[in-house]
C-alpha cells in the first residue's frame, strides 16, 4: 500500500473513534454544526432547497439542488437529491462574449451519522452520485462517484474549531467553493479551520484546505474553452477533458465567508476561496430553505 494511503486510513481509522464514545455518552446536542444546519437533528421527513453559486475569471458555476431526506432520529440520516446547473462562462475563456450551459447534475444519495459528545462531536457522511449528467456539458465525469467525509469539533464558548478529512473518487465542491471542473480519481481531501459566533444568527468561518490525490486523474471542464495556453496548471480552460497523473489535480487553498441563520429556516452564505495551486480567486454565495416543517402536521 502507498504510504499516502496508509497515512489516509489511519487518519480516518483515528477519526472514528470519537464515534463510540458518542454512542454510550451523547446526551447533549452536537454544539459543533456546521453553520445552516440545525443544532438538532429532528426525527422524521426533511426537505431542503438551496441555490448557491461561484463566480471566478472563469465564469460561473451556479446550481438549484433540491434534496429529501428522513432522519431516523438525532444520530442517523439519509438523503436523496438532485442539482440543476446553471453554468455561465467568462468572455475570457470563450473568446466570443459569455456562453451558458443549463443542466441536470447527477442524482446523490448520502446516508449521515451525528454522534455528540461533551468533549468531541463527530458527524460522517457517504454520498454516492450517479452519472445522470451530461459529460459533453461538464455536468458529469461519467461514473459513479463517491465521498466519504468525517468531520470532528468542539465549541469553546463563541469559537469551534474543527477538522474535515475524506476519501473517494472525485473531488467534491465545497460550501464556499463550486468549482469550474470536476475529477474523476481516487483522492483524499482535508480542511481544518474555526467557526466563530459573531452574533446569535451570523456566524464567520476560516479554514484551509489540502486535496492529495493518486494514481490517475482525469479532470471534466465546465467552462467552453478555445484558449491553448494554460495558465497555474488550469488544464480546465483548454481542454474538455484531461487526464494525467495525480498532479493534474493537487490542490491547497483557503476559505473565509459568512452565513446568516434566519429563523432556522433561511440560511445566507457569502464568501471568498483562494486555490493557491491553480492561483484561482473565488467569490460564492449561497441560499437555503428548510421546508422540513411543511412535511409535518402543525403541533406533532
Keep these: 500500500m502507498h504510504w499516502t494511503t496508509r497515512i489516509i ?19 447533549t446536542i452536537p454544539s459543533g454544526a456546521a453553520p ?32 429529501f431526506g428522513y432522519n431516523l432520529n438525532k444520530f442517523f440520516g439519509w438523503d436523496v437529491g438532485v442539482p440543476v446547473f446553471f453554468l455561465r462562462q467568462s468572455s475570457r475563456t470563450t473568446g466570443t ?14 446516508l449521515r451519522l451525528n ?27 461519467g461514473r459513479v462517484t463517491v465521498d466519504w467525509d468525517n468531520r470532528v469539533d468542539r465549541s469553546l464558548g463563541r469559537l469551534t474549531p474543527f477538522f474535515d478529512a475524506g476519501v473517494g473518487n472525485s473531488i467534491s465542491d465545497t460550501r464556499f467553493f463550486r468549482r469550474p471542473f470536476m475529477t474523476l480519481g481516487p483522492v483524499a481531501h482535508f480542511e ?10 451570523l456566524t464567520f468561518t476560516a479554514s484551509a484546505y489540502d486535496i492529495q490525490p493518486w494514481s490517475t486523474q ?10 491553448t495556453t494554460t495558465t497555474r496548471g488550469r488544464v480546465f480552460e483548454t481542454a474538455r477533458e484531461t487526464r494525467g497523473t495525480a498532479d493534474l489535480t493537487r490542490d491547497h487553498g483557503f ?3 459568512l452565513s446568516l441563520d434566519i429563523f432556522k429556516y433561511v440560511v445566507l452564505d457569502a464568501g471568498y476561496t483562494r486555490s493557491i495551486r491553480f492561483g484561482l480567486d473565488t467569490v460564492s454565495f449561497g ?14
Excluded: C
Design 36 to 67: 445552516g444546519e440545525e443544532k438538532k437533528q429532528e426525527k422524521g421527513l426533511t426537505w431542503h432547497e438551496s441555490f448557491e453559486g461561484s463566480s471566478s475569471t472563469d465564469g460561473q458555476v451556479m446550481d438549484l439542488n433540491t434534496s
Design 9 to 27: 486510513f489511519t487518519l480516518l481509522l483515528a477519526m472514528m473513534l470519537p464515534t463510540l464514545a458518542g454512542s454510550l455518552a451523547a446526551q
Design 287 to 300: 441560499v437555503g430553505v428548510n421546508l422540513s416543517p411543511l412535511l409535518h402536521p402543525r403541533g406533532s
Design 192 to 201: 481544518g479551520g474555526v467557526d466563530i459566533d459573531i452574533l446569535k444568527m
Design 255 to 257: 476559505s473565509g465567508g
Design 218 to 227: 482525469r479532470v471534466f471542464s465546465r467552462v467552453q474553452t478555445t484558449s
Design 97 to 110: 462574449g459569455t456562453n451558458s450551459v443549463n443542466g441536470i447534475g447527477n442524482v446523490y444519495t448520502d
Design 115 to 141: 454522534a455528540p459528545n461533551p468533549l468531541l462531536n463527530y458527524s460522517s457522511s457517504i454520498t454516492v452520485s450517479a452519472p445522470t449528467g451530461d459529460t459533453t456539458k461538464g455536468l458529469s465525469t
